[in-house]
């Protein structure tokens, strides 16, 4: 997207907020409300069932207001009608909030320009275990996975960007906490979703539904509340990618190429049960017991088919060049044509299971003043492959004769999310145009507890403190296991005696759409791979029957176990808190001081080359625990000035951590998938043939200390009377202790079939504290009921972040994965009479990735090797017709303009990659009583 786009619709959405604040300002109703009682908690408040977008934002709005610190929120209007199709697809309108997609669903959740791992996210106030991702080599470690949770069972969500010393910690950006319903604050109800998914790309509409009810006494002592959600997607998204570039001498003239030239047809279906309840007892009017639980099965299969072109990774690049046919700009190759060369037919399936489940038990006790609110909670989060990663591969001979395939950017390919020409004279429609060469697997498992037990105890009471009054002393603790197992095994498995792979295994024709909106001039459809064909004709022999067992049914070698490991992660904290008030200065706030210790370990296992009794080469396993241990006081200061009747002033200073990633915390080395293989297969064979460039891969550091930060945050608030609101932020965090990755050379020790050891120099990427960072910022956020029925809700953030890292070259200037320097959302809305519509436009500049497009919390110190997401933005609506009081029909959209994402690498003239996955509808009808 160019300069000039994003600066005309920045204006237009602030022209837009001018406008509508204006006028809300000169029309605001004379009549006054009572200010927000500062002692009111939203939990007190009783949920009654509206179903208004205006009045889910109104609130939002007394959450906020209400806030002892600073913080924004999202709001059902009810039970089971979130305002989105998404859990973080309704947070990216909140100031300060941005989101990364997958496949045009909302997954990770970035808050003040951070990546997800400084979101630190809770449920109901208590910690969450983590999916992992387990489909490729990258892993998310603390990064929440929104995606598992269903939007229809959640009441409202609430950000906290400046911290109290009673929440829990670990989020430099800010504390996202879930919200489930409270039986006993809401009336009774039921209320039913069934609607129809479509997509656009497969032209496919699948079954979705949800189902919640509430019941409560009348004198309100015990209620229940439940719900059940179903949701279905079948994708279809297509990627042109690059995977790094490469200098080669192009007639006298050094030009960066691009390594290969790789175009992918991504389909999935989705599939997500969930399952929410709770009950609430209230004994004695002191008394209040409570039990909820919370249960998710996020399935997904996932097929992969690729066709690939050897390009920039040739030795022999140049020579295969022909004449006259290179273009260069900027000094990429951005056209040329090769004869000879390879091209490769891949493909990749799985099937992925994502499961959650979070139990809590809570009590609140209120008695003279005094509260005591023990909680229990324990969350479980499991990820498997069902069917492990399987990986299927075809290659046409090394320079085959009469070989011809061509490749042209075009003009602008990152802004305008196109690619000119990928041709080729192989006719891929043909089953022998790339033969069979290999089928591998990899099974993967990951699964995360945390078990948490919470205390808080207060006391109320008034204490004239020389013209403050302390009004309130809170003390409290938290104790926290959490653990995490992750295991991998690679296999390459072998034909059953007497089966060979012929044409009848390649007959899968892909859709006729592909790539008809990102690349111009295409070759077109090519066949793929008949997965159950290949799975029954193939074994492990002497492991498995058969292609698909979990890691488990492995027994683990050297390679396999250098790969895992084990976390054992155990936190306690407590914290002591004084509320207060001034007023004469129309002041509350609180102060207080939270310390909290986390010890570590940290099991894996380390390789080692040694000599076996008779002389001949060995690989020594050895079992390996690292334990850490650090402890951190942070102490926190919010005031919150009532500067009018309308207009609140908040100021906050405090100190936060976030801890390493898991993933970043293993003792785990990782080379390159492919070599692993290779090397398993074919021993020494499969390093001697392959550049050094190609002996890589990443690694952890169990020795990591966590991210400390030092918050400076200021909030100016003005509440119109009736509804609406305006809002201005700013905040600075100087960071200490972050982490980069640092490549360096290390010998790693790789198994053979055979029991031979095989050892290579592997260019190893590992975490390191390697240097501080700041982040600055500004906020904007507005609600403002314009006239007749129409409204306006928006957001902004603008980011300014810059780190100092220590690399062996000395201390250079770098970049923060994850940051965008600007973001905005603007929601119209519209309600008249039954008739309700809104759109939400949200836009993120570009921000750094890592290689498979998903947010990191790193820092890049080169920023030619940088993978950038490039600015881009998505209009999502919704409308709906109330046909009776409890009976309406409603239509949902994501992506409506169909727009496509863009990806380079260093600077916008080496494009990375270019994704385009489509429009998707809802369409149904709803009913609440």
């Known amino acids: 997207m160019t300069r000039s786009t994003l600066t005309t619709r920045l204006l237009a959405g602030c022209a837009m907020f001018g406008f509508a604040a ?13 200010p927000a009682d500062p002692a009111a908690s939203s939990e007190e408040a009783e949920i009654v069932i509206t179903g208004s977008f205006a009045e889910s934002l109104n609130d939002a709005l007394r959450i906020k207001r209400r806030a002892d610190s600073i913080a924004d929120a999202v709001s059902a209007a009810d039970i089971g009608d979130f305002p989105s199709v998404n859990v973080a697809e309704a947070l990216q309108r909140l100031p300060g909030v941005s989101i990364s997609r997958e496949a045009g669903e909302g997954q990770f959740v970035s808050v003040r320009g951070l990546g997800p791992n400084f979101a630190n996210v809770t449920l109901n106030g208590a910690p969450i275990a983590y999916n992992e991702n387990i489909r490729n080599s990258d892993q998310s470690g603390r990064q929440f996975q929104f995606r598992v949770i269903p939007a229809d069972l959640i009441s409202g969500i609430v950000v906290t960007k400046a911290p109290t010393a009673d929440i829990i910690d670990g989020g430099i950006g800010g504390n996202v906490d879930i919200r489930i319903a409270s039986p006993l604050d809401t009336k009774s109800f039921v209320s039913a979703r069934a609607f129809g998914h479509y997509e656009q790309r497969t032209e496919e509409l699948t079954p979705n539904g949800s189902l919640s009810g509430g019941w409560r006494n009348d004198a309100r002592t015990f209620g229940v509340l439940g719900g059940i959600s179903y949701q279905t997607r079948k994708v279809q998204f297509e990627r042109f990618q690059h995977f790094g570039y490469t200098d080669r001498v192009i007639a006298g003239q050094t030009v960066s190429v691009p390594n290969d030239i790789v175009t992918t047809l991504e389909r999935e279906d989705r599939r997500r049960l969930s399952a929410m309840g709770g009950v609430e007892w209230a004994p004695i009017p002191a008394l209040r017991l409570k039990a909820e639980a919370l249960y998710s099965n996020f399935n997904n299969e996932i097929m992969e088919d690729r066709v690939s072109f050897e390009w920039g990774t040739r030795a022999d690049f140049a020579s295969r060049l022909v004449p006259g046919s290179a273009v260069v700009k900027d000094g990429v190759l951005y056209g040329g044509e090769i004869r000879g060369g390879r091209v490769n037919r891949n493909a990749e399936f799985s099937e992925q299971t ?28 499991e990820s498997g492959l069902d069917l492990p990663l399987q990986r299927i591969d075809g290659r046409t001979a090394d320079n085959q004769p009469g070989l011809v395939y061509s490749l042209v950017y075009g003009d602008d390919p990152v802004g305008k999310r196109r690619i000119g020409r990928v041709q080729t004279n192989l006719d891929l429609t043909q089953a022998g145009a790339a033969p069979f060469y290999r089928y591998r697997i990899r099974p993967t498992n990951s699964l995360d507890d945390d078990k948490t037990a919470l205390l808080d105890i207060s006391r109320e009471f008034e204490a004239d403190l020389g013209g403050f009054t302390l009004s309130k002393i809170s003390i409290g603790g938290q104790y926290t296991d959490r653990s995490r197992d992750y295991q991998r095994r690679d296999r390459t498995v072998s034909l059953r005696p007497g089966v060979s792979v012929d044409g009848s295994f390649v007959d899968q024709l892909v859709p006729s759409n592909v790539f008809n909106q990102t690349i111009d001039d295409f070759y077109g459809r090519w066949v793929s791979y008949d997965r159950d064909a290949f799975k029954e004709a ?45 007023d004469g200065l129309g002041l509350r706030g609180n102060a207080g001081l939270r310390y909290v210790t986390t010890r570590t370990e940290v099991d894996g296992t380390i390789l080692r080359a040694g000599t076996a009794p008779n002389g001949t080469a060995t690989t020594i396993i ?63 064979a499969a390093i001697d043939e392959r550049p050094a460039s190609a002996l890589n891969g990443v690694g952890g550091n169990p020795d990591l200390k966590p991210y400390t930060a030092l918050n400076f945050d200021a909030s100016l608030e003005y509440y119109f009377e009736g509804f609406g609101g305006v809002s201005v932020a700013v905040f600075h965090k100087d960071i200490e202790n972050f982490i980069g990755s640092i490549g360096r050379t290390e010998q790693v020790v790789l198994n053979t079939r055979t029991g031979q050891t095989v050892t290579a120099d592997f260019l190893i990427t590992r975490p390191q504290n390697i240097g501080d960072a700041k982040v600055s910022g500004i906020e904007v956020g507005a609600a403002i009921d314009i006239a007749y029925g129409f409204g306006i809700a928006g957001s902004a953030t603008f980011t300014d972040s810059e780190a100092k890292i220590e690399t062996p070259a000395g201390v250079v200037k770098a970049q923060l994965q994850g940051v ?5 959302s603007i929601s119209p809305f519209f309600k008249f009479g039954p008739v309700e ?11 750094s990735t890592n290689g498979n497009i998903s947010p990191g919390s790193n820092a890049v110190t080169n920023p030619l090797d940088a993978i950038v997401q490039d600015g881009s933005g998505t209009l999502d609506m919704s409308a709906k017709v109330k046909l009776t009081p409890a009976f309406e029909i409603f239509v949902e959209g994501t992506n409506v303009l169909d727009e496509r994402q863009a990806a380079y690498q260093g600077t916008e003239a080496r494009p990375y990659q270019i994704h385009e996955y489509g429009r998707s509808f809802n369409f149904g009808v709803r009913a609440a009583f």
């Open 22 to 34: 204006g006028a809300a300002a000169q029309t605001a109703d004379a009549a006054a409300v009572p």
């Open 820 to 824: 965008s320097d600007t973001s905005f």
């Open 354 to 381: 994502h499961e959650n489940l979070f139990l809590q038990a809570s009590a609140t006790y209120d008695a003279d003043g005094w509260r005591i609110a023990p909680s229990f909670s324990y969350s479980r989060a």
């Open 837 to 847: 519509a809104n759109f939400s436009y949200t836009w993120r500049s570009d921000f």
């Open 622 to 684: 050895e079992p390996a625990r690292f334990e850490g241990k650090y402890d951190e006081w942070l102490p926190s200061l919010n005031l919150n000035f009532d500067l009018t009747r309308n207009l609140v002033l908040r100021l906050a200073a405090s100190r936060s951590l976030t801890r390493p990633s898991l993933a970043d915390l293993r003792t785990a080395t990782v080379p390159n998938s492919s070599v692993i293989s290779d090397v398993y297969d074919r021993g020494q």
């Open 538 to 582: 193939f074994i492990l022999p002497g492991e498995y029957d058969g292609t698909d067992p979990q890691s488990d049914d492995l027994v683990a070698n050297g390679q396999d176990l250098q790969q895992s490991y084990g976390i054992g992660e155990k936190i306690k904290a407590g914290y002591v808190r004084a509320d207060f008030a001034a």
